[in-house]
DNA sequence: CTGCCTGCAAACTCTTTGCACGAAT
DNA sequence: ATTCGTGCAAAGAGTTTGCAGGCAG
């Protein structure tokens, strides 16, 4: 989805529910999109501000269920305490995240039957499936054969 | 797993590492293997002071891991801020979990080609699999038609 | 103008940790 | 005796919220 369309598409998602569109919004949303890997509020807060030094953590806060209300982030709960979004890209809808276990890197793949999957199970014990997310922790295989990973983060 | 079967594991667990078996470890260990459904640590403390009243809370959050590592426990992060846990079930290795989003309560069932799915796809991209976790949202039948769900918690 | 938005800082939730006492081996 | 375990309370991390002033519509 071009950088265009996602702004369109979110002041028309803020428009319909009577929410303003405010430079501190604008801002959260652009460095958002700018986004190359998985992000947390944090780094968010830094990238935007970089674009409107006016902008505060409790923004970004408030701002980030915006995003993913409308479907222009996806929110990825890793189980590391912190949460990480990332733009849906293109019409990619039924992703699972892949984590390093040694750098935390997350990347997304195509899990092509995953919702197939939740609806049968969950429609057998008598539930209305949702959702579903599948997530895979593994070892980059550099990681693996020299004990070092490529990404090393610094946290 | 019977209880003393479980037992006789988790004192060899604590005897091959050298750490000691004291009251507080066994009320935490009894406690949790009591539950029959997933609880968190808040829960579990409640429980295990039911046991034994000198137990803290910070036993119990350094008491958690030892029973995950030695496989009695799984952990279940839902993204809900607080961890749950979960004696493990006789021989399932692949389970999934169902969350009510309504009542939050969490099912397991089995996943059975989950653990080949992660396989195929993290060697695909160059990556050893360690784990893969399955997690389905879904409305309770009853909730999706009556509006209500009937294991209804207070948070 | 009106009422939603904002930044600030304090509050909150869950979990971890430093310390001095206590108990298992 | 030694050494590990424990309770307590404070610290920590990430996120949410109350408030008074600010700005979009």
Redesign the interface.
Same mark, same amino acid.
């Given at each position: 989805m071009s950088h265009v369309v996602a702004r369109e598409k979110f002041q028309a998602y803020l428009a319909s529910r009577g929410l303003r569109v405010t430079n501190q919004r604008l801002a959260i949303f652009a460095a958002a999109l700018a986004q190359t890997e998985h992000f947390t509020a944090e780094q968010l807060l830094d990238q935007a501000r970089a674009l409107d030094d006016s902008v505060s953590r409790a923004t970004v806060y408030r701002t980030l269920p915006l995003m993913t209300a409308c479907l222009l982030l996806r929110e990825v709960?890793i /189980?590391s305490g912190e949460?990480f979004y990332f733009a849906t890209s293109s019409g990619a809808t039924e992703v699972?995240q892949?984590v +390093? &276990?040694d750098c935390h890197k997350i990347?997304e793949?195509n899990?092509p039957f995953?919702e197939w999957? /939740?609806s049968t &199970?969950?429609l @057998? !014990? /008598? !539930? @209305?499936?949702?959702?579903?997310? !599948? #997530?895979?922790?593994? #070892? +980059?295989?550099a990681f693996?054969t020299s004990g070092r990973c490529p990404h090393h983060r610094k946290k």
């Open positions: 709960d /189980g949460k699972a892949v +390093c &276990v990347s793949i899990a995953m999957y /939740g &199970v969950a @057998k !014990l /008598g !539930l @209305k499936p949702i959702a579903q997310r !599948l #997530q895979v922790s593994a #070892q +980059c295989i693996h």
